[in-house]
């Protein structure tokens, strides 16, 4: 891929995606940190970054060795199942099947397990963990992301920044408001996602296939509205059938 468009696109889709997953992570580390204490929460932070640069430095060059035609088939279909997780859970979320994740309740349920846990001599441990196993989780997916929407056309380096940029803006709300971030639209953000990462899917596997698209790169914005406008169709159908939202905590 050549162009402004690709690399907009893939940074885009890198930074929203990220910007949700680090959202989420920040959320339980937060709760760590205030609950306990600041040391075994950036502790099991810190422990769980290092592990995913492993991953990355690891996996990451191994992908070199693949030849382009099988890469792109295989991302892109990783993608499109990926993409396509996302954006059904968005769907669901919109016409209230699931329920909207909430960042001020998961705050609530993590500092309430975080305090039952207090009389444990084990309780630091624990907590580390908590805050270890937060950051891992959404950071595989991260991980992922960067990996999959840049290794195709050799933008990873584009993506990896625009992951670093999430995690850096994250941080600095989190840390100047010192509260989970609970007014960002995380539907919406993971709406966009999907579609973006289905999209970036489709176009790849198709590239993978021998296929050409009209207008090359540019194809990406036609097969994103055409996506798009499927998904807004399902949700319209749907809420006739699911007016109510859906109330408690999801992923």
Do not use: C
């Not at 339980?28 to 970054?49: E, H, K, N, Q, Y």
């Not at 805050?131 to 999959?148: D, P, R």
């Not at 009209?214 to 998904?231: E, H, M, N, Q, T």
């Amino acid at each position: 891929m050549h162009g402004l468009t690709p690399v907009f696109s893939t940074v885009t889709a890198s930074f929203l995606a990220s910007f949700v997953e680090v959202v989420e992570a920040f959320t339980i580390v937060l709760a760590v940190g205030l609950t306990r204490s600041w040391r075994p929460a950036l502790t099991g932070a810190a422990l769980a970054l290092i592990l995913l640069a492993a991953l990355v430095l690891v996996f990451g060059p191994l992908l070199a060795l693949v030849p382009i035609a099988t890469l792109q088939f295989a991302v892109g279909v990783l993608l499109i199942l990926f993409g396509m997780r996302w954006l059904r859970k968005a769907i669901l979320r919109s016409v209230g099947v699931i329920a909207m994740h909430d960042e001020e309740q998961a705050f609530s349920e993590e500092t309430e397990m975080l305090r039952r846990q207090a009389g444990d001599r084990r309780a630091d441990y624990l907590a580390a963990v908590a805050s270890f196993k937060a950051v891992l989780l959404e950071g595989v997916e991260v991980v992922f992301i960067v990996i999959a929407v840049g290794a195709a056309h050799g933008q990873t380096l584009y993506a990896g920044l625009g992951a670093l940029a999430a995690f850096v803006l994250v941080m600095l709300i989190g840390l100047a408001v010192h509260r989970p971030l609970a007014r960002v639209p995380e539907n919406s953000l993971k709406f966009v996602v999907g579609l973006m990462l289905t999209s970036f899917g489709v176009f790849w596997t198709s590239e993978g296939l021998g296929a050409a698209w009209p207008g090359a790169d540019l194809a990406l914005l036609a097969i994103f509205a055409v996506i798009a406008a499927a998904s807004f169709a399902i949700v319209r159908w749907l809420r006739g059938a699911y007016p109510a939202p859906a109330e408690g905590i999801a992923r």
